[in-house]
């Protein structure tokens, strides 16, 4: 019986390892599963689950149609055992994963057996996504981190390099909620990322991509769903020890400026040498878990750290500061997981989360010489800290109070800090930035700035506190759940230019006009040959809060035997503050409907049909009030010149041909926040629907297909034109010649009312604008898509699967950022800021990747070898023109949306739609591996993974921007700004004991 019982359980590993990869999934709790079935003859019987690893049991009853459904079920490996009249009659084996309900059905059998079967297909969820297990995420070649995961699962992108993150089902990469153990994680200034926890404590991931049920909200892209490894009743330890050499990695391509036509000084000439970068990775990981009380009380630790050790070229061939041109950097991430589990009694349990993630970075600048290639030994200053700490509590109650009533409870908190020190900065000293084409032929000029763009406020720091509560109630066919939560969260972050500004050099068209309204003839100087110079000052800094809040109720109705019905309806309210505790915009009463359906044609889980409908909704962080609600200072003055300092690189000879300008009006006052928002604003939302089946076509071979739709309906953002708000005034008498405007929180393409001090008196009016009157157009995102799939379960010694996803994702609004400029201001975009900045906007946007194919799966050769393979091949983002506002549109030089410069989509004067500059290569990547586990050796795994095999560095994002200055072709258009990865190769050595 115990070598027969080993063997189940290692079948049920296998089938466990493939049917997770399974497409749709429901989310029978953030954290949790379920385990139902059928009993034949329930007369006289209950069912029994006993959870192999901590012996914990719960006791079930069997309805009178002889169903059973245990939910809230920690995930794991249950004996299932059918009790009648006192006697156990027959007993299965199955795995709880996160999110899925597991089938256990009993037949009409009367030897006590032991089995491990289970259906191919879980018809018991209607969502969208899939579930990795450890053991699945360790056979497969991929990167240790959640992105690596993500990656996995269909629907999904990476993000552009510029902005980085992970992008479901063409959303933008800040819409993403992120959960570990039940609690939320996502990263509250700018929602991208999340908490790191040490890779091999997790035990399970959901990936959802769509369609997920009421509990799920804070999002309009995916959610990420993370439960860690808990102790057993026998001790474990293990180590893991990685190595990825700089020796076997691949020169990362050199960069070159582009060939423009325009810049025969710079065009195809070397921009950024790169051969000489070198990176080296070290890895270690070291666990141990088990009882502290057999059956009561257990314990799983797993710590580890990550030192990334890298040389590179950080200057550019063109840059006025090579003196620190290469440097050196090193990364350290040391991260540790406590997990305690305390079963009081079968029926009441706790668990206690502690997570540490911290980033360690420190760097050192050198001299680069770019007519030799070579760097030297002089050291330029550089950065020092620790860059980031996370620490996260998580306290969770689990209560089975009775048969049909289940109680859980969650408390919760986190606090990010950002500690940096700077070795040889200069506070006071301007940044100079001169590319080639902007110098005057015969003058030096120089940066002795050694830090560059920003810096950051000192104690900047992210906190959120989160509580939750969640009840179960089973009555007859409805299993109804409803539950509450609010996150606090808390923010101290900004920025400011290093040196406190920069003088940036141009060179354009003598005549045509700059920011301000005049042209650089009229300075005079060296502007008479269109050379002039732009001082500029940024900074922005907020202790800024948010309040958000949900309530839901849910019921999975079993309508018939093989039809169920999943009814929901969230209701999500949200605050944001500035930084003395005002709320400045809110939300309320935000209803979202989530209806899933779910059809087990045949009644033998052979072939399900599914489809859901609902509407997310989606918050703002934080960040938000940095612009829009603090005290912003971002000011543009432009000059003409005659010399230039060699010394300090500053100009000399300075005539104004401008007054300052500031494209958002933000010259660091403080903002009233009655005035900061539509008294209206609603949140941003988007609906969803998806129709799909899948389908047993023989016991090896399962495939599926789904349709998604996904629209944006409404979103928020900053709107900057104060032209209505003057047409209302003239209309209804209202002097404005006072009134400047900053930019405002609305909803575009929908009527706004606003609350403004228009006349400048210190009196506060309603301004109701129609959209008409504010000259938006409405939002639009249409997310369509086909996917397939095709997976072979693991026999015959091998396991695979293979998606395929045909999509499109267009309209005028890539999300709340804008990833193809580089723009991370979330909900501060240049995007709705004028009309003209709309004007044919419309187009595929950054995140639409219209043929997406994903393949991975391992294959078993003999006891002692497993190699495994993962290719991805997905088609380019397409690429936009994006220029200076025709002259047409400003012949007066009054135009406030050439005060942005090149953020319109012409070029040379013409339209130039979205997405019509072509499209970036399709991006093929495989990645292999080779795992061998000697017999002689038990517990010993020595593995080498590579990556990026063929070395296809291909091209994923590139300059945008058409201009610099006053309608001269930037050099950089069409730069190169993000490849993919080298090629790497990354050996490891794993071992485990059980005691």
């Known amino acids: 019986m115990k070598n027969h019982s080993q063997g189940v359980r290692m079948t049920l590993l296998a089938h466990a390892l493939a049917l997770a990869f399974a497409g749709p999934v429901h989310a029978q709790s953030n954290a949790t599963g379920s385990i139902f079935g059928q009993v034949a003859n329930a007369g006289g019987s209950v069912v029994v689950l006993e959870n192999i690893a901590t012996g914990a049991r719960r006791t079930i009853s069997v309805d009178a149609s002889g169903r059973y459904n245990a939910s809230s079920m920690p995930p794991g490996l249950y004996k299932v055992m059918l009790v009648r009249n006192g006697v156990v009659e027959r007993v299965l084996e199955v795995e709880a994963l996160i999110g899925q309900g597991v089938e256990a059905s009993f037949e009409v059998i009367q030897a006590v057996t032991v089995s491990s079967r289970r259906p191919t297909i879980d018809v018991s969820n209607t969502n969208n996504g899939a579930v990795f297990t450890a053991r699945q995420l360790d056979a497969l070649p991929i990167s240790q981190s959640l992105s690596g995961i993500i990656q996995l699962a269909p629907g999904t992108a990476r993000g552009n390099t510029r902005v980085g993150g992970d992008s479901f089902g063409g959303a933008g990469v800040t819409e993403n909620a992120y959960f570990i ?23 399970q991931a959901q990936i959802l991509q769509g369609g997920y049920s009421a509990e799920f909200g804070r999002s309009t892209g995916g959610v990420v769903n993370i439960t860690t490894k808990s102790g057993t009743n026998n001790w474990e330890a293990g180590a893991v020890l990685q190595y990825t050499p700089d020796w076997l990695r691949a020169k990362p391509d050199n960069t070159d400026y582009p060939d423009t036509g325009h810049n025969p000084k710079t065009d ?15 890895f270690g990981s070291a666990y141990v878990g088990g009882p502290l009380i057999k059956d009561k009380l257990f314990m799983f630790a797993n710590i580890e750290q990550d030192r990334f050790s890298t040389g590179y070229i950080s200057k550019d061939s063109d840059s006025l500061n090579k003196t620190n041109g290469w440097t050196e950097r090193e990364a350290r991430t040391p991260r540790y997981l406590l997990k305690l589990d305390y079963n009081i009694s079968d029926n009441h349990r706790l668990e206690f989360t502690q997570i540490h993630d911290e980033n360690k970075k420190t ?99 992210d906190k959120q506190s989160t509580l939750r509560l969640d009840v179960e109630y089973k009555l007859g066919d409805h ?24 003088w940036t050099y141009f060179h354009g ?9 005049n042209t650089p003839a009229s300075g005079g100087g060296y502007g008479l040959q269109g050379y002039y110079v732009n001082e500029y000052h940024q900074s922005d800094s907020a202790s800024p809060k948010t309040d958000q809040s949900a309530q839901y109720i849910q019921d999975r109705w079993q309508v018939t035997d093989t039809v169920l019905l999943d009814l929901g309806l969230r209701n999500e309210q949200f605050t944001n503050k500035n930084s003395f505790g005002q709320a400045y915009a809110a939300q309320r009463h935000m209803l979202a409907p989530r209806i899933g359906a779910s059809w087990d044609v045949r009644g033998d889980s052979t072939l399900k049909a599914f489809a859901n409908l609902g509407r997310y909704h989606l918050q703002i962080p934080t960040s938000v009030a940095l612009r829009l609600a603090g005290n912003p200072v971002h000011i543009d003055h432009y000059f003409t010149y005659t010399g230039v300092d060699p010394k300090t690189g500053v100009p000399t000879g300075l005539t104004e041909i401008s007054p300052r300008v500031s494209g958002g009006n933000e010259w660091g006052n403080a903002k009233d926040p009655r005035q900061v928002a539509s008294s209206n604003l609603g949140a941003t939302y988007q609906d969803e629907i998806a129709l799909g089946f899948e389908a047993a076509l023989t016991p090896e071979y399962t495939v599926g297909s789904k349709v998604t739709y996904r629209t944006l309906r409404n979103t928020i953002e900053d709107w900057c034109d104060s032209r209505p708000l003057r047409a209302w005034g003239k209309r209804n008498n209202v002097d404005t010649s006072k009134y400047d405007m900053p930019c405002l929180l609305i909803n575009p393409g929908r009527d706004n009312t606003l609350t403004l001090d228009l006349a400048g008196d210190g009196k506060l009016v309603s301004i109701p604008l129609t959209a008409e009157e504010i000259g938006l157009p409405k939002v639009s995102r249409v997310y369509t898509a086909l996917d397939f799939f095709i997976e072979h379960p693991m026999r015959n010694g091998w396991y695979g699967k293979l998606y395929y996803t045909l999509s499109r994702t267009r309209g005028n609004m890539e999300g709340q950022v804008m990833s193809d400029i580089g723009q991370a201001d979330i909900a501060a975009t240049t995007s709705f800021d004028f009309p003209e900045l709309m004007d044919h906007a419309s187009g595929p946007l950054p995140n639409n990747h219209t043929h997406v194919l994903k393949a991975f799966g391992y294959y078993q050769l003999g006891q002692e070898w497993t190699v495994g393979g993962n290719i991805n091949i997905v088609t380019g983002a397409p690429k936009s023109c994006i220029g200076n506002l025709p002259t047409a549109l400003n012949q007066d030089g009054k135009n406030p949306a050439a005060n ?20 970036m290569p399709t991006d093929f990547r495989i990645a292999l591996n080779a795992t061998y586990m000697p017999r002689m050796f038990k517990g010993l795994a020595l593995k080498a993974d590579v990556f990026n095999l063929l070395n296809r560095q291909t091209t994923l994002a590139t300059q945008p921007v058409y201009n610099a200055g006053a309608n001269t072709v930037s050099p950089y258009y069409g730069q190169v700004l993000g490849r993919a990865p080298e090629r790497q190769v990354r050996f490891a050595a794993q071992y485990n004991h059980k005691f």
Do not use: W
Not at 184 to 203: D, E, H, K, M, W
Not at 406 to 426: C, D, H, I, N
Not at 480 to 497: F, H, K, M, P
Not at 509 to 517: E, L, M, N, Q, R
């Open 900 to 919: 942005y410069g090149a953020a319109v989509f012409y070029c040379d004067d013409k339209p130039a739609p979205r997405g019509s500059a072509g499209r």
């Open 479 to 502: 299993a109804l759940r409803a539950g509450i939560d609010r996150n606090n969260v808390s923010s101290i972050n900004g920025s400011e230019l290093a040196g406190g500004g920069s």
């Open 363 to 461: 760097q050192q600048n050198y001299g680069f010489d770019y007519a030799t290639l070579q760097r030297n030994e002089v050291r330029a200053g550089g950065t020092t800290g620790d860059g980031a700490k996370t620490n996260d509590s998580i306290l969770k109650y689990t209560g089975f109070l009775t048969d049909n009533l289940t109680v859980t409870a969650l408390a919760g908190r986190f606090k990010s800090t950002y500690p940096q020190s700077r070795e040889g900065y200069v506070p006071g000293v301007y940044q100079i930035i001169a590319p080639m084409n902007a110098q005057v032929p015969g003058l030096s000029y120089t940066n002795p700035q050694t830090i560059g763009g920003t810096i950051q406020v000192p104690n900047a720091e």
């Open 268 to 282: 195809g000439k070397l921009l950024t040498y790169r051969h000489g970068n070198n990176a080296t990775d070290v």
């Open 509 to 517: 068209d003598p005549s045509k006009t700059v920011p301000g309204g």
């Open 181 to 203: 153990n039940g609690f939320p994680v996502t990263n509250v200034y700018r929602q991208i990322g999340s908490t790191t926890l040490p890779f091999f404590a997790i035990a």
